[in-house]
Each structure stands twice: as C-alpha cells, then as structure tokens.
C-alpha cells in the first residue's frame, strides 16, 4: 500500500503563485510516475502534470509555462509550483502515484487539496 498526504493549496488573487506538496509513504516501489490531476465541479478529472521515473515531464496545454513539477527522491515528495494563477486554475487537485506491482499496475491518490484562485 501507498499512502498520498498532499499539502499546499489555499486561496490565492490571480497572478498569485502556490506549491503543492505531495509526500509518499508505504510499499513505494516500481514507481512509474507521480502527477497531478485537477477537478472543477462538474468536470472530469484531468491531468495536469506528471513526472516519470525517469524524469520526462509532461503537462497540459493549459498550464505550460506557468506550472512546473518536480521531486525530492530522497523525500519520496513530488511538488507542483504554480505561478500566474488563473481563476480557470480553481479545482480540487489530487497527487497521483503509478506504481508497477508484481500483480499489475496500480493507481494511488491522494485526498485532494482545494486550490482557488479569486479576487
């Protein structure tokens, strides 16, 4: 078992920056990327960005240039920083870990942190 405890999000003015923590504990092995995903009521959740174990990045058309996603390996901690925040950026975002087991490939989430952007 992997468990996800995120960190970090609040309320921000637009234009304003925030960085999401996501740290990991638990089995943690055979990881294949950590991410994040964002959800807006009534909305799918969606990928926002993701990091893969060997460190290829990828991100939403929505977010490029403004969000970066990094880690801390020996942490075990993958950080989304978020500059020139949009109201469109509200959502509930979730850190996601892919893991690659002896019995398959697993999903992990976390429990979600509220970020939203508003004057």
């Known amino acids: 078992q992997v468990q996800l405890v995120e960190s970090g999000g609040g309320l921000v003015q637009p234009g304003g920056s925030l960085r999401l923590s996501c740290a990991a504990s638990g089995s943690i092995f055979g990881v294949n990327a950590m991410g994040w995903y964002r959800q807006a009521p009534g909305n799918q959740r969606d990928l926002v960005a993701q990091?893969?174990?060997?460190?290829?990045?990828d991100y939403a058309d929505s977010v490029k240039g403004r969000f970066t996603i990094s880690r801390d390996n020996a942490k075990n901690t993958v950080y989304l920083q978020m500059n020139i925040l949009k109201p469109e950026d509200t959502a509930v975002y979730y850190c996601?870990?892919?893991?690659?087991?002896?019995?398959?490939?697993?999903?992990?989430w976390g429990q979600g942190t509220q970020v939203t952007v508003s004057s």
């Open positions: 996601n870990l892919k893991q690659r087991g002896v019995l398959g490939n697993y999903d992990y």
């Open positions: 990091i893969t174990s060997g460190g290829r990045t």
